[in-house]
């Protein structure tokens, strides 16, 4: 059984970085058969996919063309994890934040089939 | 970006009626299509993949239909269990995207 736990702060200033760890047990970060996702819930936005990393011969990185320019995630393999960090933080970025994996078949790439329990994340001065 | 449109948005319900949640995307996804449950503080949770193919472990009320452009989700006996909101979710081109969701209550 998979299981993800995340961890990191639940306020964080304007302007500075947002940063949250997911741990995973039950699979590993250097699968060739899963990708490492972050998605954030809002109010405003809805359910948003932000990124993702995953390993095949060499570890890819693909992000949503909405926060490119101040994301980037991160795997650790020596702890079997993988982080967030979102750069230059507004209120706008205030959402609850999820990592997920997605099991990679023939077919789809982006099935989440487990989630980590969620972070609010909260940013206010 | 597909986009994915849900309707009906809020839907009241008694236990025991059989309710049916659509979702259209923007364009062809083929049976690209996922279904989730969310209740309040919990994370999404996968029901249904490829349109209409039960995750593990998910009731047989819960069924999924569609293709290309218009997709459903029917509950065929709703359980008091059941009230949640539900999302779809398009997997057939990048990046994914979601649907704006359909809270279901009990009437």
């Known amino acids: 059984q998979v299981q993800l736990q995340q961890s990191g702060p639940g306020l964080v200033k304007p302007s500075q970085t947002l940063s949250l760890t997911c741990a995973i047990s039950g699979d590993s970060v250097s699968s060739n058969s899963a990708a490492w996702n972050w998605i954030r819930q809002s109010p405003s936005r809805g359910l948003e996919w932000l990124g993702r990393t995953y390993y095949k011969s060499k570890w890819y990185y693909d992000y949503a063309v909405s926060v490119k320019s101040r994301i980037t995630v991160n795997p650790d393999t020596s702890k079997n994890q993988f982080s967030l960090q979102l750069n230059s933080v507004t209120p706008e970025d205030t959402a609850v934040y999820y990592c997920a994996r997605a099991r990679i078949t023939s077919d789809w790439s982006t099935l989440f089939d487990y989630w980590g329990q969620g972070t609010l994340v909260t940013v206010s001065s | ?107």
């Open chain 2, 1 to 107: 970006d597909i986009q994915l449109t849900q309707s009906p948005s809020f839907l009241s319900a008694f236990v025991g009626d059989r309710v049916t949640i659509t979702c259209r995307a923007s364009q062809g996804i083929i049976s690209s299509l996922a279904w989730y449950q969310q209740k309040p503080g919990k994370a999404p949770k996968l029901l249904i993949f490829g349109a209409s193919t039960l995750q593990g472990g998910v009731p047989s009320r819960f069924s999924g239909s569609g293709s290309g452009t218009e997709f459903t989700l029917t509950i065929s006996s709703l359980q008091p269990e059941d009230f949640a909101t539900y999302y779809c979710q398009q997997l057939h081109t990048y990046p994914p995207s979601f649907g704006q969701g359909t809270r279901l209550e009990i009437k």
